[in-house]
């Protein structure tokens, strides 16, 4: 079975300093990875995603994340936080191979930026 | 705006009730997928169909039953509501019913139960 495992259900950081969000995974075989953002009220938004085609991926507002397979881990980072950015993020994996079976999340972590 | 659609925004009933949540997918997305957020459980996949059929299942309980029309809006019942039904329930939509596909998720309906 796959998991996701968010480290930190909060992190906090300054205005225009560096965004690091954990994710590690698990699964038998290569993932499919997704980050996805939460805004208070609102539906969930992808942020990027990861299908095998390169390992460091970019994303919207900014962000991007690096598969690296040897830690199964798939962080998201973003160089200069914006005070826009203050939501809930949330790391999510399926299956390979054409299944269905829908995205396993993580617990999500919530970012907060400091003026 | 995602494209996905959801009815009701809000829904509050009574324990031992059933409801019924409605979600139409974006234009052209085949399938459907209904989750559950909690505040404890967290973000759970409950239940997907493709143009109809269900295709997969996840964390839903023999309470909830869901469907997919012909038109390929989809509905989500959940019945002999209790307090731990209490939720906000998303449906999120794709093309294909594919892994790899992203999925576009609606704006959810919270449901409150007392």
């Known amino acids: 079975a796959q998991s996701v495992t968010q480290l930190g259900s909060h992190v906090s950081v300054s205005e225009g300093a560096l965004v690091l969000l954990r994710c590690n995974y698990s699964?038998?075989?290569?993932?499919?990875l997704f980050w996805y953002v939460q805004y208070p009220n609102q539906g969930l938004q992808l942020l990027l995603k990861?299908?095998?085609?390169?390992?460091l991926v970019k994303g919207i507002n900014g962000f991007e994340a690096e598969f690296k397979k040897s830690e199964t881990s798939f962080h998201l980072t973003k160089p200069s936080a914006h005070m826009s950015d203050a939501a809930e993020y949330f790391c999510?994996?399926?299956?390979?191979?054409?299944?269905?079976?829908?995205?396993?999340f993580g617990k999500g972590t919530h970012l907060i930026i400091q003026p | 705006d995602s494209g996905v659609t959801q009815t009701p925004k809000h829904l509050i009933t009574a324990t031992g009730q059933r409801v019924t949540l409605r979600c139409s997918p974006r234009s052209g997305d085949l399938s459907v997928y209904w989750y559950q957020q909690s505040l404890d459980q967290g973000l759970q996949f409950l239940i997907q169909?493709?143009?109809?059929?269900?295709?997969a299942k996840g964390n839903i309980l023999e309470r909830f039953s869901a469907q997919q029309f012909p038109d390929l809006h989809s509905e989500l019942n959940l019945s002999s509501l209790e307090l731990g039904d209490s939720a906000l329930y998303f449906c999120?939509?794709?093309?294909?019913?594919?892994?790899?596909?992203?999925?576009?998720f609606g704006p959810g309906t919270r449901l409150l139960v007392l």
């Open positions: 699964s038998s075989v290569p993932p499919y």
């Open positions: 999120a939509s794709s093309p294909g019913g594919l892994a790899v596909e992203t999925q576009y």
């Open positions: 169909y493709y143009n109809g059929e269900e295709r």
């Open positions: 990861y299908t095998s085609a390169a390992t």
């Open positions: 999510a994996v399926s299956g390979p191979g054409g299944g269905a079976d829908g995205l396993t």
